[in-house]
T-cell receptor, first 116, second 111 residues
Framework: DGGITQSPKYLFRKEGQNVTLSCEQN?????MYWYRQDPGQGLRLIYY???????QKGDIAEGYSVSREKKESFPLTVTSAQKNPTAFYLC???????????????FGPGTRLTVL | QKEVEQNSGPLSVPEGAIASLNCTYS??????FFWYRQYSGKSPELIMS????GDKEDGRFTAQLNKASQYVSLLIRDSQPSDSATYLC???????????FGPGTSLSVIP
């Protein structure tokens, strides 16, 4: 089955801890994205990557870090510097790079992070 | 930061009726427009993409785009209770390598 997987589905973090959210895709997509969704708000872009070993900050990158060592994987680390990390985190990928018009993005199932 | 606006709803329609969801955007140069459906607690699912002015139909869904008015809409014909979800409008802007999402409109189809 082709698709995007995210793990874990639910994650609980204590104050001061770093946590890493996993995102894997077997769609052979070049571009991958991380979004954050808060209740009543649209998705906000955290980071995106167009190719391996390259990534760009989105609108709300502070307190987050990413890596793109493999085409299939784009993990997101939520650091202790992120003051309000409780949210629904969504990973997406697209076959076309962000600069092209037909930038249809497909989402994984999401990780719900709660700070205790 | 360019904006995408949607009525938050909830929009309630009876089963079998036409549901009309609206979206406006601020970047006049935007070229690509997407509609996603998101069930409660789930991730967004792409249901329609539209790039040219006019209508695009796919089954019970019709997307309508008017670039001059900076307006895109989604019509759902013969609405079913299973259509009850939040619908996200997303716009790809010309000057950014990213898609901007609206806050979503909650749709409730009443049996």
């Amino acid at each position: 089955d082709g698709g995007i997987t995210q793990s874990p589905k639910y994650l609980f973090r204590k104050e001061g801890q770093n946590v890493t959210l996993s995102c894997e895709q077997n769609l052979n997509h070049d571009a991958m994205y991380w979004y954050r969704q808060d209740p009543g708000q649209g998705l906000r872009l955290i980071y995106y990557s167009q190719i391996v070993n390259d990534f760009q900050k989105g609108d709300i990158a502070e307190g987050y870090s990413v890596s793109r060592e493999k085409k299939e994987s784009f993990p997101l680390t939520v650091t202790s510097a992120q003051k309000n990390p409780t949210a629904f985190y969504l990973c997406a990928s697209s076959i076309d790079p962000p600069g092209l018009r037909n930038n249809e993005q497909f989402f994984g199932p999401g990780t719900r992070l709660t700070v205790l | 930061q360019k904006e995408v606006e949607q009525n938050s709803g909830p929009l309630s329609v009876p089963e079998g009726a036409i549901a009309s969801l609206n979206c406006t955007y601020s970047d006049r140069g935007s070229q690509s427009f997407f509609w996603y459906r998101q069930y409660s607690g789930k991730s967004p699912e792409l249901i329609m993409s539209i790039y040219s002015n006019g209508d695009k139909e796919d089954g019970r869904f019709t997307a309508q785009l008017n670039k001059a008015s900076q307006y895109v809409s989604l019509l759902i014909r013969d609405s079913q209770p299973s259509d009850s979800a939040t619908y996200l409008c997303a716009v790809k802007e010309t000057s950014y390598d990213k898609v901007i999402f609206g806050p979503g409109t909650s749709l409730s189809v009443i049996p």
